[in-house]
């Protein structure tokens, strides 16, 4: 998180095994997208749980994918995740962490945040996307306004990886800067877009809600809808948790104002 990354890694080599008749369609469309410079994906049809790449970059291993085709929805961690609909143009990376990496990208046409984490990964890393999931889910009416939207989850194959991920509204962030320096740039912020941020985190906190990784970079400031000001959109809630106690708000909340250089006990 917070961290720009590289490229995703080369595709693996192609799959041997015959495809079933619904899919030597999507095959030949992977084949004739050769020349395509962008890395799409589109869902496959008839209740399946992956989402074929049109890349030319490499092909789909199919036999990595046959696992997930014998149910029409994939269930983990408490969260369904089914095929993630729409088509999808994928741009590049612009964030990595621990967990998961974010790439910039359109779904149906909307710039989205797509958020990935391979489905296989050790417990902990998709747990911290499912857990982002739920999170967001409880905080759907913020969404759009304090958070950002989601506008769809589910599971695709990405250059012949299967990975779950998380289609997000994409955020534009006036500051464009990470780490410390980001956080000595916050505390220089008119006092107004720094209070805003810290009721953001109290808005949260108020339905029992715990960000859990106050850090300047899940912060962001974007311009208002008339754009002569900023506004602040809480991001990454890979951390989060719902039923907290006081003691745990109270934290929560006093670590995100000395994040944004205010006194907790102010507010």
């Known amino acids: 998180r917070g961290r720009l990354a590289a490229d995703a890694p080369s595709a693996p080599p192609a799959s041997t095994s ?14 004739a997208a050769a020349n395509v410079s962008l890395l799409s994906l589109c869902p496959l049809s008839g209740g399946t749980d992956v989402g074929a790449a049109e890349t030319a970059t490499g092909s789909i291993d199919w036999d990595a994918a046959t696992p997930l085709m014998s149910s029409s929805l994939w269930s983990r961690d408490g969260c369904k995740w089914p095929p993630l609909a729409g088509t999808i143009e ?15 990208a ?32 409880d905080l759907r009416d913020l969404q759009g306004t304090l958070i950002p939207r989601v506008l769809g989850h589910g599971v695709i194959v990405m250059r012949g990886h299967i990975l779950a991920a998380i289609a997000m509204q994409l955020v534009v962030d006036e500051l464009r800067l990470v780490g410390d320096i980001r956080e000595r740039a916050i505390h220089n912020m008119p ?38 000001g900023l506004k602040p959109i809480l ?18 909340f006093a670590s995100w104002a000395d994040i944004l250089g205010l006194d907790s006990d102010d507010y």
């Open 18 to 31: 015959r495809l079933p008749p619904a899919l030597d369609i999507l095959a030949a469309k992977c084949k």
């Open 90 to 104: 994928l741009g590049m990376a612009i964030g990595h962490g621990r967990t998961s990496t974010v790439y910039s």
């Open 106 to 137: 359109k779904l149906n046409g909307v710039p989205v945040a797509l958020k990935c984490v391979a489905p296989n990964a050790d417990k902990e890393a998709f747990g911290d996307l499912a857990t982002e999931l739920v999170v967001y889910q």
């Open 191 to 228: 006092l107004q877009c720094r209070q805003a941020a810290l009721a953001t985190v109290k808005a949260i906190n108020g339905r029992g809600i715990c960000h859990g990784d106050a850090r300047a970079d899940n912060v962001l400031f974007t311009r208002t809808d008339d754009g002569q």
């Open 235 to 252: 991001i990454d809630f890979a951390y989060g948790f719902g039923d907290a106690t006081e003691g745990e708000i109270s934290d929560d």
